[in-house]
């Protein structure tokens, strides 16, 4: 949940006055350092990685927000909006090379409900 008396910019390393593309830079090299994924068993990393997450959601929220107002016709942005930006900032989707342009990946795997239902862990393997 946004805390209105944190300095998200700060959990980000950067200052008050940074544009969209920094915000974005930043974001995606925290999230990549602390994400879970990269430190299996480290609770501090993923409490930092969910500040980053929270962080970028917030700044980005606001400037498009500042933007929507400056132009009033322009539609808010939904929740689902905010996600879909992440991901493509945390994988490149947007630049050249990158997972867009790439052939699809699909994967099939079977789960019991338990299994969804509680969590578990399966390991695939990708030739790449």
């Not at 974005?24 to 993923?46: G, S, T, V």
């Not at 970028?56 to 905010?82: V, W």
């Not at 090379?97 to 393997?125: C, M, N």
Request: charged share 30%.
């Amino acid at each position: 949940m946004a805390e209105a008396n944190k300095n998200y910019f700060a959990v980000l390393g950067l200052k008050s006055s940074a544009t969209l593309p920094e915000i974005k830079k930043a974001f995606k090299e925290l999230a990549f350092q602390y994400h879970p994924d990269r430190n299996p068993h480290n609770p501090r990393a993923e409490d930092r990685f969910k500040e980053t997450v929270e962080a970028y959601s917030y700044l980005t929220g606001n400037l498009e927000a500042l933007k929507a107002i400056q132009k009033p016709s322009a539609a808010a942005k939904s929740t689902g909006d905010y996600a879909q930006d992440i991901l493509k900032t945390l994988f490149d989707i947007d630049h050249p090379g990158s997972l867009r342009d790439r052939a699809p990946f699909r994967q099939e795997l079977t789960l019991a409900l338990e299994e969804a239902f509680s969590g578990g862990v399966k390991t695939i393997q990708v030739e790449r």
